[in-house]
C-alpha cells in the first residue's frame, strides 16, 4: 500500500482513549461518593450519552436538530414499561397493551428494546424531515420535539399523563452507565471515522461539492440521524432507570437545551468535544446548584439562596465560548488531534506520504461506450432566456473548450450537464442513457466529475480526507478510497500538502485539490469550470501539464471552460463558443480564434493585436 | 496619501507578509503583482482591517489605520473592490448602487454619474443583481465602490473570472477614472497588463517587495520579473 492514511495508529488511540478515560475517571470518582453523588454521576453519564447521540448528527452534519431529546423520551416510556411492576403498571398505565405489562424484562433487554425503537423511530421521522432543507431541519426537528411532549403528556391511559410514571425500577448504576457511555463513545468515533461519518462530514462542509462526487445528501442524514435516535434513546432509557421516577417535561425545552449547550461548548465536531463540554457543564452545573441553595465557601464565608442562579450561569458559559473559543473547547478536534498531546509524544500527526502506488484504473463498472451528448437544452431564469437550445458533445479521452463572454449560458450549461439544473427543453444522454433530471448524486454515480468556479474546499478536511470521500461517494471501500486518493494527490503534485485542512492551503492548491476530488470518483467525463481563474502563471502552466496527463492517463473526456486561451488552445482537439445562449461555432481552436464573429463577441480585437505582435 | 511602513501580517504561527513598504500619492496608479501567496491579497486586507498587521504601521492622510474597524475605514474614504465581487445577489442593481453611497444628500446626482458611465448597468437597474453576467457584476462592484465617492479606490483582481473582450471594457472604465485622478491600488495576476495599466507596480514574491518602479524601469531589468513572475512579460 502507500502508507497513506488518515490518522496514525497512535492518533485514534488517543482519540479513543483520552474520553473514555474521562469517562472512566468521573465514574471512579462518583462510586466511591455519597450516594447523593453516585447519583449526580449516574445522571451526568446518562446526559453524556444523549450529548454523543446529539454530536453524532449535528456534529457530523453541521444541521441542528433539536428533537434528538425526542427520542431519549420514546426510549425512556419504552424501558420504563418494560420493566414497570404490574401492580403499577395496572394503576398508572391502564390502556397500555397486556403484553407490554407483562413483559417484566431485566434492565439490559428493556434497554436494547428501547434503543432499537428510538432508532427506528428516527429512521421514519427522519425520512420526511431529512428531506427538508438544511435551514428548515432545525425547525422541523423542534416541532417533532414538540409533537412527542403532546402525545405523552396527553396520552393518560398509556403514559400515565403529564403527572408521568413513578416506581421504575432503579437498576442504573454509575458502573452501567459509565459501560454504556464507554459504548457511546467507541460508537460515535466509529460512525464518524467509517466511510458513511466521511460522507456526512462532507457534506456539512460543502453540500453542493459533496453532491457533486456522488454523496447523497439526504441519506447520509438520515443515517446519522437514526444512529443519533439509537444513542438518545439508551440515554433516555438509562437516566429513567436511575431516577425511577419519569414525566412528558424530563427530556423537554429544558434537556434540550443544556444538551445541546454541552454540545457546544464542548465543540460539536468531536467526541472529545461532546465528551468534555457534558462533564464540565454538568459539574459547574451541580456547583451552581449549590450555591443557588445556599452553601458556605470554605466554610467562612455563607452565601445566601440565589433561584436561577445555574441558568443565568449556563448561559454566560455559552456565551462566553461562543466569543471566546467559537469550535467550543475542544477547537472541534478529538483528542488525537490535539498539537500539545502531539507534542507531549502522546499522540502523532498523519506522516507526509512519500510515495504513491499505482491504483488499477476503473475498478467501478461502467460501459466504456458512447459520449455525453446533449440536445437541444433551452432554460429560462424568469423569463431571461439563458441557453436557447444548445446541443454538445463530449468523447471520452478528448477536451473540448466551452468559450464565451460571460453571461452567454457556459456554467448553466454545465450544471445541466451534472444535474444542478434542471432543463425547460432538451435531452442529457450518457453512454446513450437518458439521464435528463437525474440528480447530482446520482450523475456523479454514473461517472461525471465536475469543478466549480470556486474551489468548494471541505475546509476542515484533510487533504487526503477530502479527495477519498469522492472516492467513498461511489461506495467503493475506505481501504480503496485512499489508495485512490493517494494515487490522484500523487499525480496532480499534491502529496506533501494531503495531510493539513484543505480550508489552511493555498487558493491555487485548493483549486487543483477540486479536481483532484472529482478525479477520485474516476469519472468518465469531468467538467470543468474556469480551473485556472486565480492562478499565477507558473500555475497555470502546471495545471495544462497536469490536465494533459488527466487526458492520457484516466482516458476521461474533458470539457473546459475556461478564459485563459493560454490554458485553452494547447490541450483542447474542438472548441465550442457559446453567446447569448447559442452555439455561434464549433471547430479546431485555430479556426475558432480567427473567427471575426468569435472575435467581436468574445476575444475583442486587442486580442488579434496581442497574436499579431 | 497611502503609508505602510514596514507592515508584517501573519496568520497564527505563520508570517506571510515580511515587512512591506508602500506609499501611494494623491492621483496615483499604483499595482502590486506576484505569484499566488505573495501576500498582495493579505497586504489589502490590512489595510482595510479584515486582518491587524502583527507590526508595523499603516497611514491614511496621516491618520494610522492599525486597529480601526474595517466599516471605519471605509468612511475614511478607502473603497475596496473585492476578489469575487461580493455584490449583495437579491437585491436589485439600483439597490447595490443605493447602498454604496455614503453622501446621502447627493445620492440623486452620483447615481446619475454613475450610471452615465456604467450604461448596462442603467439598462439593467431593476434587475436582481445575481442575474448579471460575471462581467457586469464586476461593473457594478466597481459601481458601488465609486459612488461612495472614494479618496483611493482599490481593486483586487478585477479580470477574475473575465472574457477577453470584457476585461478590455474593464480596463477602459479603469483607464477612464485614472484620467479623471482617482488614486488606486490594484491587484492582478496579469503582469503584463498591469505593468501597462499603472503608473508604477511592486513586485512581490513570498511576502516581499523584489522590485518595483514604472513600466520602463521594471522593463529595464526583465531578469527580476523573470525570476518572480515566470514567463512574463
Known amino acids: 500500500m502507500s502508507g497513506m492514511r488518515f490518522r496514525t495508529p497512535r492518533s485514534a488511540a488517543a482519540s479513543l482513549l483520552v474520553p473514555l478515560a474521562l469517562i472512566a475517571i468521573t465514574a471512579l470518582l462518583g462510586a466511591n461518593g455519597t450516594p447523593s453523588l453516585q447519583d449526580t454521576v449516574t445522571t451526568i453519564l446518562c446526559n453524556l450519552i444523549i450529548v454523543i447521540g446529539l454530536q453524532v448528527f449535528v456534529g457530523n452534519s453541521g444541521v441542528y436538530s433539536f428533537g434528538q431529546l425526542g427520542f431519549a423520551t420514546a426510549g425512556a416510556y419504552i424501558a420504563a414499561f418494560l420493566t414497570l411492576p404490574a401492580a403499577f403498571a395496572l394503576l398508572q398505565t391502564p390502556g397500555l397493551p397486556h403484553f407490554i405489562v407483562d413483559a417484566h424484562l431485566g434492565a439490559l433487554p428493556s434497554i436494547l428494546i428501547a434503543a432499537g425503537i428510538s432508532g427506528l423511530l428516527a429512521i421514519v421521522v427522519g425520512l420526511p424531515l431529512m428531506r427538508t432543507s438544511t435551514l428548515a431541519i432545525p425547525i422541523s426537528t423542534f416541532a417533532f420535539l414538540i409533537v412527542v411532549y403532546n402525545v405523552v403528556a396527553n396520552w393518560d391511559r398509556v403514559t400515565g399523563g403529564s403527572s408521568g410514571l413513578v416506581s421504575i425500577p432503579s437498576t442504573t448504576s454509575v458502573q452501567s452507565a459509565a459501560l454504556w457511555a464507554g459504548a457511546a463513545v467507541i460508537l460515535a468515533l466509529a460512525y464518524k471515522w467509517s466511510a458513511s461519518g466521511y460522507r456526512l462530514q462532507a457534506t456539512r462542509e460543502d453540500e453542493v461539492a459533496a453532491r457533486s462526487i456522488g454523496i447523497g445528501v439526504m441519506r447520509e442524514r438520515l443515517i446519522a440521524f437514526g444512529l443519533s435516535g439509537v444513542l438518545c434513546g439508551i440515554g433516555g432509557a438509562l437516566a429513567v432507570h436511575q431516577s425511577g421516577v419519569l414525566n412528558p417535561a424530563t427530556f423537554y425545552f429544558g434537556a434540550t437545551v443544556t444538551t445541546m449547550t454541552m454540545l457546544v461548548v464542548g465543540g460539536a465536531r468531536s467526541v472529545f468535544g461532546a465528551t468534555i463540554g457534558a462533564i464540565a457543564i454538568a459539574t459547574v452545573n451541580e456547583l451552581l446548584r449549590g450555591v443557588e441553595n445556599g452553601a458556605s465557601l470554605l466554610g467562612a464565608i455563607s452565601i445566601g439562596e440565589a433561584p436561577g442562579l445555574a441558568a443565568i450561569g449556563l448561559g454566560l458559559i455559552l456565551l462566553a465560548t461562543m466569543i471566546a473559543m467559537p469550535n467550543g473547547l475542544s477547537g472541534g478536534r478529538e483528542a488525537g488531534e490535539l498539537f500539545w498531546l502531539q507534542r507531549l509524544g502522546l499522540s502523532a500527526a498523519a506522516p507526509a506520504p512519500s510515495s504513491a502506488t499505482t491504483v488499477e484504473k476503473q475498478a467501478i463498472d461502467r460501459p466504456a461506450k458512447g459520449a455525453l451528448r446533449a440536445q437541444g437544452i433551452s432554460l429560462a431564469f424568469a423569463g431571461l432566456r439563458v441557453l436557447k437550445g444548445v446541443d454538445l458533445t463530449l468523447e471520452p479521452g478528448e477536451a473540448l473548450g466551452l468559450i464565451g463572454p460571460n453571461g452567454a449560458g457556459k456554467t448553466t450549461l454545465v450544471n445541466v450537464l451534472s444535474g444542478f439544473q434542471a432543463p425547460d427543453s432538451g435531452t442529457v444522454s450518457l453512454d446513450g442513457v437518458d439521464v435528463t433530471g437525474r440528480s447530482p448524486t446520482h450523475l456523479a454515480r454514473d461517472g461525471l466529475g465536475r469543478t466549480f468556479q470556486a474551489a468548494l474546499p471541505f475546509p476542515e478536511l484533510s487533504g487526503v480526507e477530502s479527495v477519498a470521500v469522492g472516492a467513498m461517494g461511489m461506495g467503493v471501500s475506505r481501504r480503496r478510497a485512499i489508495a485512490v486518493a493517494a494515487d490522484v494527490l500523487g499525480r496532480l503534485g499534491l502529496l506533501e500538502q494531503a495531510r493539513l485542512p484543505a480550508g489552511a492551503l493555498p487558493p491555487g492548491s485548493q483549486r487543483l485539490l477540486g479536481i483532484a476530488r472529482a478525479l477520485a470518483i474516476e469519472p468518465r467525463y469531468l467538467l470543468l469550470d474556469e480551473p485556472a481563474a486565480g492562478l499565477d502563471e507558473a500555475e497555470c502552466e502546471q495545471l495544462v501539464t497536469i490536465l494533459r496527463d488527466v487526458l492520457s492517463d484516466f482516458g476521461c473526456g474533458i470539457l473546459l471552460i475556461e478564459h485563459d486561451m493560454n490554458i485553452v488552445m494547447p490541450l483542447c482537439s474542438r472548441v465550442q463558443v457559446l453567446d447569448d445562449g447559442m452555439t455561434i461555432r464549433i471547430g479546431a481552436p485555430r479556426e475558432v480564434q480567427a473567427d471575426p464573429a468569435v472575435v467581436e463577441s468574445y476575444l475583442g480585437s486587442s486580442f488579434l493585436a496581442g497574436v499579431d505582435a | ?233
Open chain 2, 1 to 233: 496619501m497611502l503609508e505602510l511602513h514596514d507592515v508584517r501580517v501573519g496568520y497564527g504561527r505563520i508570517e506571510v507578509v515580511h515587512g512591506v513598504d508602500l506609499s501611494v500619492d494623491r492621483g496615483e496608479v499604483i499595482g502590486m503583482i506576484g505569484p499566488n501567496g505573495a501576500g498582495k491579497s493579505s497586504i489589502l486586507r490590512s489595510i482595510c482591517g479584515l486582518v491587524r498587521p502583527s507590526s508595523g504601521k499603516v497611514t491614511f492622510e496621516g491618520r494610522v489605520l492599525t486597529g480601526m474597524a474595517p466599516e471605519q475605514i471605509a468612511n475614511l474614504g478607502l473603497a475596496l473592490v473585492p476578489e469575487g465581487r461580493h455584490i449583495f445577489k437579491t437585491l436589485t442593481v439600483a439597490e447595490n448602487l443605493r447602498l454604496g453611497a455614503r453622501d446621502e444628500a447627493k445620492v440623486g446626482e452620483l447615481m446619475e454619474q454613475t450610471l452615465a458611465r456604467f450604461p448596462i448597468l442603467r439598462e439593467r437597474a431593476a434587475q436582481r443583481a445575481d442575474r448579471l453576467s460575471g462581467g457586469e457584476q464586476q461593473q457594478l462592484a466597481i459601481a458601488r465602490a465609486l459612488l461612495g465617492r472614494p479618496k483611493l479606490l482599490i481593486l483586487d483582481e478585477p479580470s477574475l473570472g473575465l472574457a477577453p473582450k470584457m476585461i478590455d471594457i474593464i480596463y477602459g472604465l479603469l483607464g477612464e477614472l485614472r484620467e479623471e485622478g482617482v488614486t488606486m491600488l490594484l491587484v492582478e495576476q496579469n503582469a503584463a497588463r498591469t505593468i501597462d495599466f499603472c503608473d508604477r507596480c511592486l513586485v512581490l514574491s513570498t511576502g516581499k517587495v523584489r522590485a518595483q518602479g514604472s513600466r520602463e524601469e521594471l522593463q529595464r531589468n526583465p531578469d527580476v520579473l523573470r525570476a518572480y513572475l515566470g514567463r512574463q512579460p
